[in-house]
């Protein structure tokens, strides 16, 4: 769905360099991701919280962070019976 939403969002002539941004965003977000997750463990066993129950809420708030930047996007524009219109 990204592919799509950022093949829809950029002219045809960059969307080769969208997809780059893109896929280097995907792999340095999961890189991110996993060394975040690590810290949240470790910081939260030298406060004597459940591990796994502090990984998961960070996760969680992770995702509800992107998802409120993903709606705060820009969205293209649909004209009707376009090539574009879903």
Request: a negative charge; hydrophobic letters at 55%; aromatic letters at 16%.
């Amino acid at each position: 769905m990204q592919f799509a939403d950022t093949k829809s969002a950029y002219d045809p002539q960059v969307v080769g360099r969208a997809f780059g941004i893109l896929n280097t965003a995907v792999f340095l977000g999961v890189a991110i991701m996993q060394g975040a997750t690590g810290w949240v463990a470790s910081t939260a066993s030298t406060f004597s919280i459940n591990q796994f129950a502090a990984v998961f809420a960070f996760i969680a708030a992770a995702c509800l962070l992107a998802m409120v930047a993903f709606y705060m996007l820009p969205w293209p524009e649909w004209e009707v019976g376009s090539k574009t219109d879903v």
